[in-house]
Every structure is written in structure tokens, then in C-alpha cells.
């Protein structure tokens, strides 16, 4: 209750095992959320280029996209995906990643949102996701 | 020389640092179809209230099982890169089961693979998600010319 959105991120992605076996961490400035990935050897596919793998970026994406969700819901609860299209546009170089995402549509049951993940330069994006997820609070079931 | 193409494809999976991390394993690899498995373990959890295991765990198997398939399909382990890969969430996983993921390469042309996959713990027929990638072919392989890599 009182703890600030930035610590309210943190708590959050602390709770998730699979955030920390990813090595993700959050930064807040306003309501513009970054979400870092410092590279880690274990996060690599492709040896030989090397490159992170595309299953790897994909859940980057997917985790920003569903982190964007809880701060825009006010962290209450989590928001489920139900879809999504993963771009692949370069390969994802061995150092630090960072993803945003756009909230397009928050309605009453579903969100899309599209996301972006960089290194070295924002305009030079290594993959997008955009995906549909459910955000009403007491379905249990797909609706 | 010694190797048969399926000990290729299963030394390049153990060389995967990523397939290693989550303990990802190839059940079976014939024709144009990968089956493979990752096994439920406590890190891999994306809701800490249900210990249902991450979407992206699965995004990772079905992306990984359906390179697989491609390279069973082609007969060689060969270098890919995806283009895209969608995902259709049908329910989540039941939390301490493994989740097996089987993919299909259905259409192979000289540069562009095309395939489909559904990721499932108990029942095949009971899909917790299924997937749809596209794949270029960024190397020399024997079944088909080089093309010039981009």
C-alpha cells in the first residue's frame, strides 16, 4: 500500500521464479517501464553466432507486456495471455536487452498490447510481440 | 562422419545453453516431426499463487520444438532463424507436470520452413497451448542449394 509503483515492479518480478531464472529486473520512470535482461550465458540458443534465444526473447516480450498490464491495473492481479505473435527482426547479440510495451486497448476483459525489445539502439529493434491478454478480474476460464 | 543425423541433432541440443537451462530433452525426431519435453521444476514458475510454470517456458519449447522439426524435416541439423512465431494460449499448465511439445514441418521450400506445434502435459488432444513459426534457412544444406546468407 505503500510502496511506490518502482518498488511495487520489483516485489513483483522478485515473486516470479521464472523472472529471476531469466535475470529480468524493472525500471520505472513515470508510467514509461523499461524491463531489463542482462545477458547470461544460460540465456543463449545458437552457440556458434551466438545469439539469445528466440524462445528467450519471445517470454522477454511476454513478461513486459504482462508487467505493463499489472502497473496499468495497479498490480492487483495477473493478467493471463491468450495470444500472441512473436517478430523476429535481429539476432539477439550476447549483451543487455531492454523491452517496452504500449498498452493499444485496455478494455473490461481483454488487453493488446505491442512490445519492442532493443540493445544497442532503440530504432534498431530486435523483436516485437503483439498479443491479446485477459485482464477480467474473476474468470477463471478462457472466455 | 560417424554420427547419424539424429545424434547430430541431439548434440546440438545438449550444446544449446538455453535447452540445457531448462532441462529441454528430445523425446523423438522422425520424418518432419520433433517431440520434446521440458520437466516441470520449481524455478520455472510464472505464478508464484498456482505454480503453474511460465508462458514463456512454453514460448521456449514451442519455438525450440519447432526448430527441431525443421531440422528433422530437412534431415540435417542446419542453421535457422525464426521469423515468427504465434501463440495460441488454450489453458494453463497443470502445475507439477512435465510439458511435452510436439511440432509438424509441414512445408519446406528452398529458403522458408513452415510449421505447427502444440505444447500439452497430460493429453496431446488436450493442448495447453499450440503454435504456428515460420522459419528461414540461413545455411548450406544438403537437400536443397545455398542460397546467399543475408
Known amino acids: 500500500m505503500s510502496l511506490s509503483p ?58 513486459t507486456a504482462l508487467a505493463q498490464l499489472s502497473i496499468a491495473q495497479g498490480l492487483a492481479r495477473q493478467p493471463r495471455p491468450i495470444d500472441v505473435t512473436v517478430e523476429y527482426l535481429r539476432s539477439g547479440r550476447p549483451v543487455e536487452s531492454y523491452a517496452r510495451a504500449q498498452i493499444k486497448r485496455l478494455g473490461r476483459r481483454v488487453a493488446n498490447v505491442h512490445v519492442e525489445a532493443w540493445q544497442e539502439a532503440r530504432s534498431r529493434p530486435i523483436a516485437a510481440l503483439h498479443g491479446h491478454f485477459h485482464v477480467s478480474p474473476s474468470d477463471g476460464v478462457p472466455a | 562422419m560417424a554420427l547419424s543425423v539424429e545424434e547430430l541433432a541431439l548434440q546440438k541440443m545438449r550444446e544449446c545453453p538455453q535447452a540445457v537451462a531448462l532441462g529441454m530433452e528430445t523425446l523423438s525426431w522422425e520424418g518432419p516431426v520433433a517431440t520434446l519435453r521440458v520437466p516441470y521444476k520449481p524455478e520455472l514458475v510464472g505464478d508464484p499463487d498456482t505454480g503453474v510454470i511460465a508462458g514463456g517456458v512454453v514460448t521456449t519449447l514451442l519455438d525450440h520444438t519447432c526448430g527441431q522439426a525443421v531440422m528433422a524435416a530437412l534431415g540435417a541439423p542446419t542453421p535457422i532463424a525464426t521469423l515468427d512465431l504465434r501463440i495460441d494460449y488454450m489453458r494453463a499448465a497443470e502445475p507439477g507436470l512435465d510439458i511435452f511439445a510436439r511440432a509438424h514441418c509441414y512445408k519446406l521450400t528452398r529458403s522458408i520452413a513452415f510449421v505447427r506445434a502444440a505444447a500439452y502435459d497430460r493429453d496431446a488432444e488436450d493442448p495447453v497451448a499450440t503454435a504456428q513459426a515460420a522459419f528461414m534457412l540461413t545455411g548450406p544444406i544438403d537437400t536443397a542449394p545455398a542460397e546467399p546468407v543475408p
Open chain 1, 6 to 63: 518502482a518498488q511495487q515492479l520489483d516485489a513483483t518480478l522478485a515473486r516470479i521464479p521464472y523472472a529471476r531464472f531469466l535475470g529480468v529486473r524493472g525500471e520505472l520512470a513515470g508510467d514509461e517501464m523499461t524491463l531489463i535482461m542482462p545477458f547470461s550465458p544460460h540465456l543463449i540458443g545458437n552457440v556458434t553466432l551466438p545469439a539469445i534465444h528466440g524462445g528467450v526473447l519471445g517470454a522477454f516480450l511476454e513478461m
